[in-house]
């Protein structure tokens, strides 16, 4: 695979979008919709009275989220016709029969579906830097969130590209890529969701009760026979990595390692990386056992306040493994379009075509 082939594919694909009106339409709606977003949610947060460094964070997410958002829908639709389109107006079979092979015209098409969806992000990160420098987010947190989201959107790019080598019609090929993206975003939780009851166990609670009549001032004093009773327990440890996969969780993984840590202005992004690292405490299956008379309200406060570090800080980030598997997923439908794209092309599925 030579660079200069591949470069061949990226610009002629480019040329052809930088062309269309449409494109230029699209970003141009983009960055009026984000200014409209921006100075509306500002000028909420200032009538309300809300000091820059709280409303900043909660902005900053809603910009971030929404650039994911609007990115998860546009990328598809800029590969997933990239080669069956072509197929159909004929000008596929014209590009393979050149010099330039199927990995060089397959790895130039996700250049430049990837390319044409970075310019969405580049009409986006002016608004986010304005809103990081404020104090919407930290320096390791907008590096980290940035490149989740070049690494989201090229997977994206990437699935569609597959889907478009694999299936003849057009609107197949964009209704499986969806597909997918639906299932990474919407699907992990749902799943989530569906696997909670198949984790859930009861587990025995013993809890000495106080006898006020015989207790002083100085010492408590519990009855002998305990309250037993049973409560549902969870075990979220077990399946919290069915949210791996998410590129929302990935980023909330990202902003609760790299906190803001000042006027406890918790943005939403860094609550849900909170609550996924305590889905990851493990939930003892033993009987648990409350007696008041045998331990201090200090003691208690303290075995509070340690478990709750360890629930913040204790667990490894697993951004990076969410980003490997979209990475992976990329690769695999360019690798796919690689294949179908191979001259000559052999015995082809039904309703499939050179041109």
Partial sequence: MSRLGVRTVMVLELRQRVRSTRWWVMLLVWALVLVVLFVGMTGLAVSAGMEREEFAPVLYDMVLCFVLGIGLIVAPTLSATSINGDRADATLALLQATALRSREIAVGKLLAAWLAAMAFLAVALPFLLILAAVGGASLPALLGHLLLLVVTLGS??????????????????????????AALTVGTPMATAIATPMVQEQREQITYRIDYNASTDDQLVCYEDPYRYHNTVTHAERIWWMLIPNPFVALGDVSARAPLGRYNAESFLEGLGRAIDTMRDPQSSEPSVSNPCAERAADRDDDYESSHDKSANGHVPF????????????????????????????PLPRGIRLA
């Fill in 156 to 181: 994206a790019c990437g699935i569609g590209l597959g889907f478009s080598a694999l299936t003849a019609r057009t609107s197949a090929s964009a209704v499986l890529t969806y597909l997918v993206v």
């Fill in 319 to 346: 951004w990076p493994a969410s980003a490997a598997l979209l990475l992976l997923l990329g690769a695999g439908g360019a690798w796919a379009a690689a294949r179908r794209l191979r001259v000559p092309a052999g």
